[in-house]
C-alpha cells in the first residue's frame, strides 16, 4: 500500500519545526528565569537577609536551570539516537538536579518570609516534586513508558511553575503594589497549584479519548490510534514455537492500519499486577482490511508476550496507541541499506524492505541478515525467500543460524554462527559511508551490532537502532 509521500514529507517537517521551538522557547525561558534572578540579585539582602538563605535559593536556581535544559535535550531524537551513553547520563543529571531543586523548593520557602502558606505549599510541593522523579524513574525501569510519561509531565509542570511563580510575585509586588509577604503568600500557592491541575487535567483528557483519528487515501480508509483504543482479539496462529501471529479487528471493516514502514504500535495490557506497555510492528500477511496483525515471539521472561501467547484469549480485548516511531524512510535516500534483525525484531525491519522493493523508482539495494539460533526460529523465511527469488540484483538474504539443530540446507541463504563484521565484509563488501545500517533485535543485539558497524567505520548518523 502506497503512502501519499508529501503527506509523510509534511508531517514530518512539522514536527521537527514544532521540537526545534520548543527547544528555543525553553532556552528563552531559562534565559528569562536567569534574568529574573538577577532582577533579585539586588533585592536578596532584604528578601534574603540570611546568608544561607542565598546559598540556598543560589542552588535551586541552577539545579532548576540544568535540569529544564537536560530535559529538552532528552526530547530530541537525533541525541537518543546518536548519543545513547550521554542520552542516558542526562537522564541521570536531570533526576538528579531535580532532586536537589526540588528540596531547594522547600528550603526557599522557608527563608522567603511569606507566612504558614508558603512554607506549607513549598514542603507540600518538595516532597511532591521529588514523588514524581522516583516514580518516574521507577516506571522507566518497569519498561512502563505511558506511566512513565505521565509522571514527566507532572514533574516539569512543576519545573516550568517555579517560572512563572517568580514573574507572578514580581508582578504582584511591582505592579500591584503588595507587600512582599503577601505576594508570596498568595502567589506562591497559587501558582503550584494552577500548574498541578492543568498537569492532571491533560493526563485524565488524554487518559479518556479513544477515537482513532481516520483519513482517505487512494480510496482507502486508513487509521491511526492517537490514544489508547480497544482492539479484539478475534484470531491466533502458531508459526513456530515460540512465535504466533495475532490478529485483532479494527473498528470498521473497510479499515487499514496506517503504520510508516519502520513505525510500530504500542500495546498495553495488565499482567498480573503490573500495567505492561510494548512497542510491536504490525505485518500484513493476509493482506485484509479490518484487522491489524502482529507476529510475536514469546521470551521466558516477557511479561507482554508471555500475556499474548498464553493468557490473552480469542474475544479478549488490548489496548492499542500509535502508530510511533522516529525513523523515516525516503526512496534513493542510499544505495544501499543493511538491514539486521534478530528474532521478532524482524517485523519493522521488512515493512522497510517491502517498502523498497515494491517501489519501482527506488533502485536503493539491499542486504538482509536476519538472526536467530535456529532454523525454526526464523519468522517469515517465505517472504523473506520470494523477496530474494524476485529481486536478485537488489535483495541479498542472510540468515545467521547460531544453534543449528542439523546441516543448514541452503548454503546460499543460510550462515551458521552469530552476525560478526567479517561476515558483513563478506555478504556486502561494498557497503560505506553512503549506505544506511538499520537495527532491530533484543537490546543486546543491537548495543552489539552498533559497535561492531561503528569500529567498522560507519559513521553515527547513518546508523539507526528501532
Not at 537495527?439 to 546508523?463: D, Q, T
Request: net charge positive; glycine share 8%; proline share 5%.
Amino acid at each position: 500500500m502506497q503512502i501519499n509521500h508529501w503527506l509523510t514529507q509534511r508531517s514530518k517537517t512539522l514536527w521537527d519545526i514544532l521540537r526545534w521551538t520548543l527547544f528555543g522557547i525553553t532556552i528563552l525561558f531559562i534565559g528569562a528565569y536567569i534574568g529574573i534572578v538577577f532582577f533579585w540579585l539586588g533585592q536578596f539582602k532584604t528578601n534574603y537577609p540570611n546568608e544561607h538563605a542565598r546559598i540556598v535559593v543560589g542552588i535551586h536556581v541552577i539545579a532548576g536551570c540544568v535540569m529544564i535544559f537536560g530535559g529538552t535535550l532528552q526530547i530530541i531524537p537525533q541525541i537518543r539516537q546518536r548519543w545513547p551513553k550521554f542520552h542516558r547520563i542526562n537522564g541521570y543529571i536531570i533526576y538528579a538536579a531535580g532532586i536537589i531543586s526540588g528540596v531547594g523548593a522547600f528550603g526557599t520557602s522557608l527563608y522567603a518570609h511569606g507566612g504558614p502558606a508558603v512554607t506549607l505549599s513549598g514542603l507540600l510541593v518538595s516532597l511532591y516534586w521529588i514523588l514524581t522523579i522516583v516514580m518516574g524513574y521507577v516506571r522507566i525501569i518497569q519498561k512502563n513508558i505511558q506511566a512513565h510519561r505521565e509522571w514527566m509531565i507532572r514533574f516539569y509542570t512543576l519545573a516550568y511553575a517555579i517560572i512563572f511563580m517568580r514573574v507572578v510575585v514580581i508582578i504582584c509586588t511591582n505592579l500591584v503594589g503588595w507587600t512582599l509577604p503577601e505576594s508570596l503568600g498568595a502567589g506562591i500557592p497559587a501558582t503550584w497549584l494552577f500548574f498541578i491541575l492543568c498537569a492532571e487535567f491533560y493526563i485524565a483528557s488524554t487518559r479518556s479519548k479513544s477515537i482513532p483519528a481516520q483519513m482517505t487515501i487512494n480510496g482507502e480508509m486508513l487509521v491511526s490510534f492517537p490514544t489508547w483504543t480497544k482492539l479484539k482479539l478475534i484470531e491466533r496462529h502458531q508459526i513456530t514455537a515460540n512465535v504466533s501471529s495475532l490478529v485483532f479487528e479494527l473498528p470498521h471493516s473497510s479499515m487499514r492500519t496506517y503504520v510508516p514502514p519502520g513505525h510500530h504500535i504500542l500495546l498495553k495490557a495488565r499482567c498480573g499486577k503490573k500495567i505492561v506497555i510494548r512497542p510491536y510492528s504490525p505485518v500484513d500477511l493476509s493482506n485484509k482490511s479490518g484487522i491489524i496483525e502482529f507476529v510475536i515471539k514469546r521470551y521466558d521472561n516477557g511479561l507482554m508476550s508471555t500475556h499474548l501467547h498464553h493468557t490473552l484469549n480469542i474475544g479478549d480485548e488490548i489496548e492499542v496507541k500509535g502508530s510511533l516511531g522516529e525513523y523515516e524512510y525516503q526512496a534513493n535516500q542510499h544505495q544501499h541499506v543493511l538491514l539486521m534483525a534478530g528474532g521478532s525484531g524482524i517485523t519493522p525491519i521488512i515493512s522497510i524492505a517491502r517498502t523498497i522493493l515494491s517501489n519501482p523508482f527506488d533502485t536503493t539495494r539491499i542486504t538482509f541478515f536476519n538472526a536467530n539460533r535456529s532454523e525454526s526460529d526464523v519468522v517469515l523465511l517465505d517472504e523473506l525467500k520470494v523477496m530474494a527469488a524476485n529481486h536478485p540484483d537488489r535483495f541479498r538474504l542472510v540468515c545467521c543460524i547460531s544453534r543449528p539443530r542439523m546441516e543448514l540446507d541452503d548454503q546460499e541463504i543460510f550462515e551458521k554462527g552469530r552476525i560478526t563484521k567479517e561476515m558483513i565484509e563478506k555478504n556486502a563488501p561494498e557497503f560505506r559511508a553512503d549506505a544506511a545500517v538499520l537495527i532491530c533485535g533484543p537490546r543486546p543485539m543491537c548495543f552489539e551490532m552498533m559497535g561492531i558497524v561503528r569500529r567498522m567505520g560507519y559513521p553515527r548518523r547513518s546508523v539507526f537502532a528501532f
